[in-house]
T-cell receptor
Framework: AQSVTQPDIHITVSEGASLELRCNYS??????LFWYVQSPGQGLQLLLK??????LVQGIKGFEAEFKRSQSSFNLRKPSVHWSDAAEYFC???????????FGKGTKLSVKP | EAQVTQNPRYLITVTGKKLTVTCSQN?????MSWYRQDPGLGLRQIYY???????DKGDVPEGYKVSRKEKRNFPLILESPSPNQTSLYFC???????????FGSGTRLTVV
């Protein structure tokens, strides 16, 4: 069965520092991959997605992610973190049935001044 | 404004009392889904729907029912709620499998 692993439960970075959040997936074919962000008390917002083509995808709020088939990874990156980026981030993969989207357990990002 | 609307936002109920959480989208999306979010467990899919009258079970369907009689609506029904269904619930919709879901604001349910 398809699955998503986010190895880091909680990450703290300093404002202005670079960020990389890890995501590993288990899927037999070329997956559809997504990153979402959830601010405290809010719903989830789609940051970016990958389903084919260029393996480096750009998203909103200055985020990007790179699909690496050989490593079964889809890591999220940002060159310079802002205090407003503090939130929980979720990686997701399609589960093989249309509409079945499987989420990782999330990584909480804290930003130090 | 394009959105997914869930009601109510907060609900406290007693064990065994049937309840329905409504979900409506105004984007003419084919796909709709319900998730529950619990601390340390992330989001787990309850049910999803590919179109009107087409639904399928997600990872945690036990104790829940859904229906998709109209394209825009996808209610979640708890016939006999139990305390282990206390959770934060999200409805979501999508135009396509590659588009990603648009989420509602959530419904926080407490079953006592």
């Amino acid at each position: 069965a398809q699955s998503v692993t986010q190895p880091d439960i909680h990450i703290t970075v300093s404002e202005g520092a670079s960020l990389e959040l890890r995501c590993n997936y288990s899927y037999g074919a070329t997956p559809y991959l997504f990153w979402y962000v959830q601010s405290p008390g809010q719903g989830l917002q789609l940051l970016l997605k990958y389903f084919s083509g260029d393996t480096l995808v750009q998203g909103i709020k200055g985020f990007e992610a790179e699909f690496k088939r050989s490593q079964s990874s889809f890591n999220l990156r940002k060159p310079s973190v802002h205090w407003s980026d503090a939130a929980e981030y979720f990686c997701a993969v399609d589960g093989g049935s249309q509409g079945n989207l499987i989420f990782g357990k999330g990584t909480k990002l804290s930003v130090k001044p | 404004e394009a959105q997914v609307t869930q009601n109510p936002r907060y609900l406290i109920t007693v064990t065994g009392k049937k309840l329905t959480v409504t979900c409506s989208q105004n984007m003419n999306h084919e796909y709709m889904s319900w998730y529950r979010q619990d601390p340390g467990l992330g989001l787990r899919q309850i049910y999803y729907s590919m179109n009107v009258e087409v639904t399928d079970k997600g990872d945690v369907p036990e104790g829940y029912k859904v229906s998709r009689k109209e394209k825009r609506n996808f209610p979640l029904i708890l016939e006999s709620p139990s305390p282990n269904q206390t959770s934060l619930y999200f409805c979501a919709s999508s135009l396509s499998v590659t588009g990603g879901y648009t989420f509602g604001s959530g419904t926080r349910l407490t079953v006592v």
